[in-house]
């Protein structure tokens, strides 16, 4: 008979638990967050759908619907006459229906927020 190998074994052992602990790090595991809360919301908004409607934009910036028209119109009026703040608030029409970009929508209110927009 051949006679057991301990420090193969230990080896194998250690190389089991350091990659089991590897993969509860990667995925985020139980009381492991080393991905900060940013990340996390941006995992949540690009898991649903990417555009909103007026409604919805509207919800999400606790606005009114006219209010939302209101930076959009502001936001066109000033790019016709040259004058350009920064990022424009992200939409698109469909069908005279608009749309705004959820992950396009918080980089721009981010800017606008840093650039204290009125």
């Not at 194998?12 to 350091?18: D, F, K």
């Not at 590897?22 to 941006?42: H, N, Y």
Request: hydrophobic content about 40%; proline content about 4%.
């Amino acid at each position: 008979m051949k006679p057991l190998n301990y420090s193969a074994l230990i080896s194998s052992l250690i190389m089991g638990i350091s990659i089991v602990t590897a993969s509860f790090i990667l995925q985020g595991g139980e009381g492991s967050k080393s991905v900060p809360a940013v990340a996390d919301d941006a995992y949540s908004v690009q898991s649903e759908s990417p555009l909103m409607t007026l409604e919805q934009t509207a919800e999400f910036l606790n606005l009114t619907e006219s209010q939302v028209k209101n930076i959009i119109s502001s936001e066109n009026a000033l790019r016709g006459q040259g004058v350009s703040e920064g990022l424009p608030i992200p939409y698109i029409v469909v069908q005279s229906e608009i749309y705004v970009s959820k992950i396009g929508l918080i980089s721009w209110l981010e800017e606008a927020t840093r650039e204290r927009r009125v």
